[in-house]
C-alpha cells in the first residue's frame, strides 16, 4: 500500500537581517560640528594673517583684546573668559613680557595673584591688529542682513551663557551612564 502523502511544509529561507543602522552624527543638523568648523577656519585665517603681519599668534591677539579692554588681567581671568587653559596663558603671558607688550606684577588687592598690564607698545599693536580683526568680522557677517547679525549675535550671546547647563547635563549623563568616567572626571576638576 502506498504511503500516505505527508504535509509537509517548506518555508522559504529567512530573509537575511540587515545589520542594524550604526548610529551617527547627523552633521548637517548638528549644532557642536558647525561651531567647531568656523572656530577653527577663523582661528586659522587670523593666525596666519597675525602672524605674517606682526609675528603674533591668535591665543596672543586674544589676550590682547582682553588687556586692551580691562588694562590688567590675570590668568584664571584670561581662563575664565576666554576657556584657554593656564599652561597656554602662562606661556602667552612670557611671550608678550619678552616683547615687551605687557608687564607683570602682583594684584595690589591680593598679592597672591600676578597680573598682566598692557604696556603702550602692546596696545599700539593691539590697534593695528584691529583693522585685521574688523575686516574679518565684517566679511564673515557680509552675508547677513543688518537684523539677521543682531540676531545671531544674541543668539550666541545665549547659547555661551547656557554654556554652565552643558556641563552640568554632561556631568549628569557621565555619572549615570559611565560612573568610573565620572569618577575621573570629578577628580581632574578638583586638581584645577
Known amino acids: 500500500m502506498p504511503r500516505a502523502a505527508t504535509k509537509t511544509s517548506i518555508r522559504a529561507p529567512a530573509a537575511p ?6 548610529k551617527v552624527v547627523d552633521l548637517p543638523n548638528y549644532a557642536p560640528a558647525y561651531f567647531t568648523w568656523i572656530a577653527n577656519k577663523l582661528s586659522n585665517g587670523a593666525s596666519k594673517a597675525y ?13 590682547l583684546v582682553l588687556l586692551a579692554l580691562h588694562t590688567s588681567i590675570s590668568a584664571s581671568r584670561v581662563v575664565k573668559v576666554i576657556g584657554m587653559d593656564k599652561a597656554s596663558v602662562s606661556r602667552v603671558f612670557k611671550a608678550m613680557q619678552a616683547r615687551g607688550l605687557v608687564t607683570m606684577g602682583l594684584d595690589p588687592e591680593d598679592g597672591r595673584v600676578r597680573m598682566a598690564t598692557i ?9 593695528k591688529i584691529l583693522q585685521i580683526a574688523l575686516e574679518r568680522d565684517r566679511a564673515l557677517m557680509a552675508v547677513l542682513a543688518p537684523e539677521e547679525r543682531q540676531v545671531l549675535l544674541s543668539l550666541l550671546r545665549r ?6 547647563a552643558v556641563e552640568a547635563a554632561t556631568a549628569k549623563y557621565v555619572a549615570l551612564h559611565y560612573p568610573h568616567a565620572a569618577q575621573r572626571r570629578k577628580k581632574s576638576v578638583t586638581e584645577e
Open 17 to 22: 537581517r540587515k545589520p542594524a543602522q550604526p
Open 51 to 63: 602672524l605674517a603681519s606682526f609675528d603674533v599668534g591668535i591665543e596672543t591677539w586674544r589676550v
Open 119 to 127: 604696556t603702550p607698545a602692546g596696545q599700539e599693536l593691539h590697534d
Open 159 to 164: 547659547l555661551h551663557d547656557n554654556l554652565p
